[in-house]
């Protein structure tokens, strides 16, 4: 199963293509789609969406994983955001993909196994987990990453819950 797991953002959206097979993870590739401040909105959510419909049809993932929003200050960055996120899913939905959603807490369960683990602990785990040299730059990336295994984690578990292992 190929998961594309997204960190949504209209500034940097961070991007990340892992195959599962069987309990091993193959990264497929990674990066981040940036847009500039200078843009006028409604151009950024053109590219972000132009962006990822390319990533798709470059890695043909099975489904996109993304993390849900979790603001408690900044409302109007939490709306830009949301909208940026709207145009990820979108770009998922008309490639015909299954969109999966998972918040923070489930991603650090996912990864680190506490669900209050910090930024260091997630970028340590996913650069262990996925046998890479380095934490992924930016942190988006990295972060998108973790989206992926998370969901690579939840299926294993369904799969053994059905099996009744």
Do not use: W
Not at 36 to 53: F, V
Not at 142 to 164: M, N, P, T, Y
């Amino acid at each position: 199963m190929k998961i594309l797991g997204i960190d949504p953002g209209y500034a940097i959206m961070g991007y990340g293509v892992i195959e599962l097979k069987g309990n091993q993870f193959d990264v497929c590739g990674f990066g981040a789609v940036t847009t500039d401040a200078s843009m006028p909105m409604p151009d950024r959510l053109k590219h972000l969406y132009s962006q990822m419909m390319d990533i798709i049809r470059e890695f043909a993932p099975d489904v996109v994983a993304i993390e849900e929003l979790f603001f408690n200050t900044n409302s109007k960055t939490a709306l830009l955001v949301g909208q940026a996120r709207g145009v990820a899913i979108l770009s998922g939905a008309n490639s015909g993909l299954e969109i999966y959603e998972y918040t923070p807490l489930q991603v650090k369960q996912g990864v680190v196994g506490y669900g209050r683990a910090d930024k260091k602990q997630i970028q340590s785990m996913v650069k262990t987990i996925l046998s890479l040299d380095s934490v992924p730059k930016p942190d988006d990336t990295a972060d998108a990453l973790a989206v992926a295994i998370c969901h690579a984690h939840s299926c294993q578990f369904e799969r053994r819950s059905k099996r009744g292992d």
